[in-house]
């Protein structure tokens, strides 16, 4: 049986710089002193997710720590709080990636959607056991935000990775 989200165009491995640029994009998205508007996703956890389903080899729990701390420090949280929430997320999201990309782009995001949700969730308990408040039901919003945003990343970060499509009459493929 074969996945139903094939092409005839064939994807070339990912550079590992771009990686290394879209994942500190991410971060620097998740920076911005821009407030934290309810629906706003954590791009970090999104970009992190995407990496590790798609390069679980290169993008995994190691990255995710290093990118949580580093959101901890860069935005005044409790200090572990990110770092064990992206670490759950890259667990889970290399841990299903041969699953998930069996299917469509709008499949995978429901498949994508409980493991941004249950970071989101711990996340919230951390905060919640170390004396803060509970932010509201918006807060919510974010990982809904991000399932619906995995289709265009889909496409933004696999664009660089396409063949072109001229075909070679001396190849085979």
Avoid at 44 to 62: D, I, K, N, S, T
Avoid at 77 to 92: I, K
Avoid at 143 to 165: C, D, E, H, I, K
């Amino acid at each position: 049986m074969q996945p139903t989200n094939t092409s005839n165009r064939i994807l070339k491995p990912a550079r590992p710089w771009f990686i290394l640029f879209t994942l500190a994009a991410a971060l620097t998205l998740n920076l911005m002193p821009i407030g934290r508007l309810p629906a706003m996703p954590d791009w970090v956890a999104l970009v992190l997710a995407f990496w590790c389903v798609r390069e679980p080899l290169r993008v995994g729990m190691m990255s995710g720590f290093a990118l949580g701390l580093l959101t901890d420090v860069g935005i005044g949280s409790l200090f572990g709080q990110h770092a064990l929430a992206y670490v759950l997320v890259a667990y889970f999201a290399a841990s299903l990636s041969r699953r998930i990309l069996w299917f469509p782009f709008l499949q995978q995001a429901l498949h994508i959607f409980p493991v941004l949700f249950s970071a989101q969730l711990l996340m919230l308990l951390a905060r919640l056991v170390a004396g803060g408040e509970f932010p509201g039901w918006t807060w919510f919003l974010e990982s809904v935000t991000a399932a619906l945003l995995w289709y265009p990343l889909n496409l933004a970060l696999l664009l660089p990775q396409f063949r072109p499509v001229e075909k070679d009459e001396n190849r085979p493929i």
